[in-house]
């Protein structure tokens, strides 16, 4: 009877759906890049930002091992041979891209560090070519260069110089990066999502209770309100309250919508589509904290989806 299960699962996970990884990759940008201003809000709120990073990766935990409880428990089954991927993934691919990219946008303007991230995007298909030996069309790279150009001037990099350090931070980000898009691909192949995305940020999580301040954040400033700043400043809200709506809509769906995206979609297509989150950001920054965009910025924005659009008819070829 196991066996069939088995046979089953690894038949589901064999399908694979293009269009709808990019839709579900897209719709976790829209969700990532609303977390930004959110997060921006909770930290004013005086959240340190690893401890941010800790409570995300918590409750995504927590939620994804939930869902399993209801739906797939024989998900909470994981193999020794397994276990070095699994750590490597959580820890390098989830936890510290995180932390090195809440020391980017500490040092950088969330734009340029977004900008200098997602060059994984020209990472990911190298290292598939060059490791895994995945043959690309020649559209890929027109796709790379119109993400990248779209980004520089959403960016506006020309407006200011940038911090070394907050450059070092971004380009780790990146690798760190680069790593999350493959290793979540191929862990896949063998893995459900869900127990992918639990076992991952249970790892991540681990790692941040023992390096994130946790236990010296006050618990009454959970009770405390915080406005929501921008156009939104006359609402305020319980601290707690924009806490679980970060961890629920700004980490575990869109963690989840990611890696389902993988899934479906290759690494080089997930990571080019994820770049909208600089975008959605931008626009974000825009409707709720008031940040201006100006016309050039709208201009790169349509040069990224443009960019986005091309990836997703850009098929790898077979061998």
């Known amino acids: 009877m196991l066996g069939a299960v088995r046979i089953f699962e690894m038949s589901e996970m064999s399908k694979r759906n293009p269009a709808l990884g990019a839709t579900l990759a897209l719709a976790g940008a829209l969700l990532f890049g609303l977390n930004a201003s959110t997060s921006k809000v909770l930290i004013q709120g005086g959240i340190d930002p690893s401890v941010l990073v800790l409570f995300r990766s918590l409750a995504t935990a927590g939620i994804a091992a939930i869902v399993l409880l209801f739906t797939n428990r024989a998900g909470f089954r994981i193999g020794w041979r397994e276990l070095p991927r699994m750590l490597t993934f959580g820890v390098i691919g989830v936890a510290l891209m995180q932390w090195a990219y809440s020391q980017a946008v500490s040092n950088l303007q969330v734009g340029v560090a977004l900008l200098i991230e997602y060059t994984a995007i020209i990472w990911v298909p190298l290292v598939s070519l060059l490791i895994f030996k995945q043959r690309l069309r020649a559209r890929i790279w027109v796709a790379v260069a119109l993400v990248l150009c779209g980004l520089v001037v959403v960016s506006n990099i020309w407006d200011g110089g940038l911090n070394a350090i907050g450059v070092v931070y971004a380009f780790m980000a990146a690798a760190f990066l680069t790593l999350y898009f493959i290793m979540g691909e191929r862990l896949q192949q063998t893995r459900d999502t869900m127990s992918t995305l639990m076992y991952s940020m249970l790892v991540s999580s681990i790692f941040w209770m023992i390096l994130s301040p946790w236990n010296q954040l006050d618990a009454t400033l959970l009770g405390s309100t915080v406005s929501l700043d921008g156009n939104f400043s006359a609402i305020n809200l319980p601290l707690w309250a924009l806490l679980l709506w970060l961890g629920v809509f700004g980490s575990f769906v869109p963690m989840a919508l990611s890696y389902r995206a993988l899934h479906h ?50 098929r790898p070829k077979t061998h």
Do not use: D, H, M
């Open 265 to 314: 979609l290759s690494a080089t297509g997930v990571g080019i589509a994820s770049t909208a989150e600089t975008v959605f950001a931008f626009a974000f920054g825009f409707l709720w904290l008031n940040e201006q965009i100006s016309g050039t910025q709208l201009v790169g924005g349509l040069l990224v989806l443009t960019g986005i659009i091309l990836a997703q008819t850009a």
